[in-house]
């Protein structure tokens, strides 16, 4: 969908401003002045118009960018547009040029492992000092591609091969704690989720760059399917929950950017992957849990299991007392409710680090939204028989009672937690339909600026 420019036969694709359509119309001949506006053409987002050639066959392409060039600017062109190499003229500077070609890119996008596409996209031509735009385009979709993947071809252990995948590519070390050793480890939050699993439940470690370098830890909710457990959820409820494991999709899609871009920062990625399935040995309301941190946990409801298997992991990530922590997770219903499906929810316990991200999400066009730590709030997370109940009786603040609850297994270490969708439910520019990264290039950005001081 994106290619260097190599001077191939191409099609100019110019971009406009609305702004910027008076001026453009001024300085062409009285052939083509008046054909945008004969179009409907108003530089709109995503509209398009042929000029005639000078020889009277079908010429140029302008394309409207709105107001100033966005990601959505040109989100819908690589499939409105017909087949073929488009060349990108007109943009105002080279950020200009990177929105519209990762656009582009994005809204190219289709999932195609089980079927093939009804047609490519277009293709559209860059200059060669842009090029990098492909690694981003590259981690969003693989992020895109795990989400989508159905749950019979991404159970726990097939999420650990791209994980494992993952690491080959770019050189970084890989350990896995799988199955009974879980126990050994002290690993018991994770293994009391997946146990139920014909597919063993693991915790996926992988570790790259100088360890000299600033410590960021990424961790990812990866439970790859879930049925509710024996608080089983209704089918309604269930129909999208190959979705569960978008949180480790993020931080995979996430650890790729970095390593693509050789970040100087020592990168730790933690995965606890699980499938929370229905089984004689299932985990059960009711139930006591001790948590690798010593916490314990009394289970209220078996479906709230995402933060069970993050208490373990983030209580490793914290062990070594990074720099950052960072948490991704398909966790509560309840932040969809407050902020919709298209509107991560962000938590966090510092304020420079979550204004941080919420700059560079406005900056790159990767919106978030801060939601409170509401701190009386931690009363509803008491349990008469054991430190912690893991879902409280209350059905309200659900998403700030669950950041609560993970709080707890971070102690003070800078941490940031998105609660979000990993969907859209319908296709808008640069975000087709289907799993989609919510908030990872916000957090790229982020620490591209922090590596840079």
């Not at 385009?137 to 992020?143: N, Q, Y």
């Amino acid at each position: 969908m994106i290619v260097v420019d190599d001077g191939r036969a191409a099609t100019d694709l110019e971009a406009i401003s609305t702004a910027g359509l008076a001026t453009w119309r001024r300085s062409q001949p009285a052939s083509v002045r008046d054909w945008p506006t004969a179009s409907g053409f108003a530089a709109a987002p995503n509209q398009f118009v042929r000029l005639p050639g000078p020889d009277g066959l079908p010429g140029k392409v302008i394309a409207g960018i709105g107001e100033r060039a966005t990601v959505a600017s040109f989100g819908q062109l690589a499939m409105s547009l017909p087949a073929g190499d488009y060349r990108l003229i007109g943009a105002a500077d080279d950020d200009a040029a990177y929105a519209l070609a990762l656009g582009w890119g994005l809204g190219g996008y289709r999932f195609a492992n089980y079927r093939p596409a009804k047609r490519e996209p277009a293709r559209l031509l860059v200059p060669p000092r842009i090029e990098s735009v492909g690694d981003e385009l590259a981690a969003v979709g693989l992020c895109r591609d795990l989400i989508n993947t159905p749950a019979s071809d991404m159970l726990p252990h097939d999420l650990e091969s791209a994980a494992r995948k993952l690491a080959i590519d770019h050189g970084a070390d890989i350990e896995v704690t799988t199955g009974e050793a879980l126990l050994r480890a002290g690993y018991r939050t994770i293994y009391a989720v997946g146990q139920a699993s014909a597919s063993a439940p693991r915790l996926i470690d992988l570790r790259w760059g100088d360890p000299a370098h600033e410590r960021v830890t990424l961790v990812g909710k990866g439970v790859c399917f879930d049925s509710g457990g024996l608080n089983l959820k209704p089918a309604s409820n269930m129909r999208l929950m190959k979705k569960d494991m978008g949180g480790a999709a993020h931080v995979l899609g996430l650890a790729k950017l970095v390593m693509s871009r050789n970040m100087p920062v020592r990168l730790r990625v933690l995965v606890p992957a699980v499938e929370n399935a229905v089984s004689a040995n299932a985990y059960r309301p009711g139930d006591v849990i001790r948590t690798y941190q010593g916490r314990t946990v009394e289970i209220d409801n078996t479906d709230a299991e995402g933060r069970l298997v993050l208490a373990d992991a983030l209580a490793v990530a914290a062990e070594e007392k990074p720099a950052v922590i960072v948490d991704y997770a398909t966790l509560t219903g309840a932040a969809r409710s407050a902020l919709g499906t298209e509107l991560p929810a962000l938590f966090s316990n510092d304020d420079d680090l979550a204004a941080g991200i919420q700059a560079s999400a406005d900056r790159v066009d990767d919106a978030v939204w801060r939601m409170p730590l509401f701190a009386p709030y931690r009363r509803m997370l008491d349990s008469k028989v054991a430190d912690l109940v893991n879902s409280p009786a209350s059905p309200y603040a659900g998403a700030i009672t669950a950041a609560l609850f993970l709080e707890h297994f971070v102690g003070d270490t800078p941490w940031v937690h998105f609660d979000i969708m990993a969907w859209n439910l319908a296709t808008r520019p640069a975000r087709p339909e289907g799993g989609e990264a919510m908030g990872l290039r916000a957090v790229y950005d982020y620490l591209a600026k922090r590596s840079s001081v």
